[in-house]
């Protein structure tokens, strides 16, 4: 205030705020039950440009196992990928030639692809922040998405986090269907 002569501050959006054109959908989850729930929430057409996201490399790699053996086109990303094995599963999702692309934190920082119709947090992330830096690859541009975190019973002091941050409670969907 001394330096300058009626300072003004201006932030775009406090930490913690997610994009208002996100509709978040929780679906609690018993132990064991993620595979089957991604796969089923997977076969939906409204599933169309997905982004999935897990806490870590092997995880990332089990999940994009199991949607191949589900039948499921998808790629994963993450730090002990190529270069080149990353770049061609981002080039293979924005193209459209892959619906369905599975990802760590670390890998997915800098994505921006258009289009994407839904993110899903397969683990909810250690972080907080994590989380509306995930919800935020989709809704681009003024455009809608959903993102739905899959919970189990031992994710939810993960999910009272997530909820203190961004001071929302998330909605439950109330039954899953798979």
Known sequence: KTLMKDPVRVEV???G?????IQQQLIYLARGEKRACLSALLKQSAFEHVLVFTRTKHGADAVSRYLEKDGFN??????????????KALNDFKSGAIKILVATDIAARGIDVTG???????DLPD????YVHRIGRTARNGATGIAVPLCEPDENSKLRSVERLTRL??????????
Not at 17 to 21: D, K, L, R, Y
Not at 74 to 87: E, L, M, T, V, Y
Not at 116 to 122: L, P, Q
Request: aromatic share 4%; net charge neutral.
């Open 169 to 178: 409670k998330l909605s439950v969907i109330e039954e899953p269907a798979f």
């Open 13 to 15: 959006a406090r930490p």
């Open 74 to 87: 998808n790629a994963a990303i993450h730090g002990n990928k190529s270069q080149n094995a990353r770049q």
């Open 17 to 21: 705020t997610s994009v208002t054109t």
């Open 127 to 130: 972080e907080a922040e994590s």
């Open 116 to 122: 994407i119709s839904h993110v899903i947090n397969f």
